[in-house]
T-cell receptor
Framework: DQQVKQNSPSLSVQEGRISILNCDYT??????FLWYKKYPAEGPTFLIS?????DKNEDGRFTVFLNKSAKHLSLHIVPSQPGDSAVYFC???????????FGQGTILTVHP | DADVTQTPRNRITKTGKRIMLECSQT?????MYWYRQDPGLGLRLIYY???????NKGEISDGYSVSRQAQAKFSLSLESAIPNQTALYFC?????????????FGPGTRLTVT
């Protein structure tokens, strides 16, 4: 049972345009969601997070939106830059768990 | 210096061999985790530890064991390696700040079992 799903294995975007990465979850006990970014030959690094009591969190070019009724979150990158090309993982966590459940990842390619 | 280090970075081993992957951290975090990454499957949790005396199985612990030698060290062992354990392995740490959600990852170990 995959509790966190990223249904798009890859996304290709032109530099300067918006990138939208999507994530769906099934576990209603998640109360925190995070996005991680991973470059080749490196470990994932934390990008942005959102608490389940919020519907939006913004940090510079990155905005995460949470729709609890749809159990859906998305990451918007505006404007996209070639350096944003990486694998993006979404993850959900619950206070009672103390651990994260990750999605499969989406490969983002931003073309100059 | 990296806060979370993993050794070795690359390893090729044969089926049936015992192998240990090591993780060390200088962040002073209590919580440590082992994940494996496979194409199309994302990051899956193998084992996690909330302190030296607390070890918990993750979603895919079969075929693996761990040892938390100290707060800063968490080792993953494959007692008898098999080819489908070929993967990228990551260690991560976190503390209780913000509920412990934000995890810090090491650079990974690429393991190939032939």
């Amino acid at each position: 049972d995959q509790q966190v799903k990223q249904n798009s294995p890859s996304l290709s975007v032109q530099e300067g345009r918006i990138s939208i990465l999507n994530c769906d979850y099934t576990n209603s006990m998640f109360d925190y969601f995070l996005w991680y970014k991973k470059y080749p030959a490196e470990g994932p690094t934390f990008l942005i997070s959102i608490s389940s009591i919020k519907d939006k969190n913004e940090d510079g070019r990155f905005t995460v939106f949470l729709n609890k009724s749809a159990k859906h979150l998305s990451l918007h990158i505006v404007p996209s830059q070639p350096g944003d090309s990486a694998v993006y993982f979404c993850a959900g966590g619950g206070t009672s768990y103390g651990k994260l459940t990750f999605g499969q990842g989406t490969i983002l390619t931003v073309h100059p | 210096d990296a806060d979370v280090t993993q050794t070795p970075r690359n390893r090729i081993t044969k089926t049936g061999k015992r192998i240990m992957l090591e993780c060390s951290q200088t962040k002073g975090h209590d919580r440590m985790y082992w994940y494996r990454q496979d194409p199309g499957l994302g990051l899956r949790l193998i084992y996690y530890s909330f302190d030296v005396k607390d070890i918990n199985k993750g979603e895919i612990s079969d075929g693996y064991s761990v040892s938390r030698q100290a707060q800063a060290k968490f080792s993953l062992s494959l007692e008898s390696a098999i080819p489908n354990q070929t993967a990228l392995y990551f260690c991560a740490t976190s503390d209780f700040t913000n509920g412990g959600y934000e995890q810090y990852f090491g650079p990974g170990t690429r393991l190939t079992v032939t």
